[in-house]
């Protein structure tokens, strides 16, 4: 049995903050335990999905991947914290239905070397799936669909983009959203009657990520010094990332020069 004192105590949340989600604290054990006895089934699909689809990454035009199912307890402290942000999205949420509101129970993280490689990633994913507005969902229960064997992308795919970045993206292709600390792609596909959430970043945006949650995220948002190391690690990701593509474009610049003496010499 999830003890309730335990667990506001690890996720920092007070009982006022649980009151105010007005959610029993009944219903939250049905959906942990309801989530734990599917993660077994969510772990497969993951690995069925990334078999498939994304084992070749030349193909998949990524460096690397990693998956993972969400944990019991942090889906717990995400019902609470959306309950509290916006009721009336969430206010119907219970132990046979959470898994149509959440699209990150089973996430996948999918890297780069250079911020400019999305497009290559792009362009194979939604080659694989289809990707017609029509189907992408609005709402979570209504829209949801119950067919398992529909594949397909269930929102526009979406990047957010740090403030100051060049422009790499094209917003005929993707849904861009400004001014933000982070840069990442967010691609949500219904695969085999639940959904998948695949996020995109290079290797150096995912290392202060990683950090970041650890750390500050979502716990100590409000600690103005984690925040402020926090920040500084962004930047200076950021700036490996510029660093990155330019060190790139200067090697092929180096081959091009070599190519044309090389011609010069041959004819």
Known sequence: M???????????????????????????????????????????IGKDFVDEYLYDIQKAGIHSY?????????????????????FQKFDRIDRWNFHKYFTDLIGIRVFFLYREDWIHF???????????????????????????????????PKVYKRAGDSRIYDDQLIEIRSGGI?????????????????????????????????????????DIMLNDFSTLLNRLSGMADEMSSYFRRMKMMRVEEEQEKEHERSV
């Open 182 to 222: 982070y840069r990442s792609l967010h691609y949500i596909i219904k695969y085999k009657g639940h959904y998948v959430e695949i996020q995109g970043r290079t290797l150096f945006e995912e290392g202060w990520s990683e950090i970041d949650h650890d750390i500050v995220y979502p716990y100590f948002k409000d």
């Open 2 to 44: 999830l003890d309730k004192k335990e667990f506001l105590q690890k996720y920092r949340i007070s009982e006022q903050d649980f009151e105010e989600a007005k959610i029993s604290w009944e219903e939250l054990t049905a959906i942990y335990e309801n989530y734990q006895s599917m993660e077994t089934t969510l772990r497969e």
């Open 66 to 86: 990693r998956y993972r199912t969400k944990e019991p307890g942090h889906l717990l402290e995400k019902i609470i914290r959306k309950r509290r942000e916006n």
């Open 122 to 156: 792009h362009q194979y994913i939604t080659s694989v799936f289809e990707n017609d507005p029509a189907q992408y969902v609005e709402n979570r229960l209504e829209d949801f669909d119950e067919d398992a064997d529909h594949y397909y992308i269930a929102e526009r």
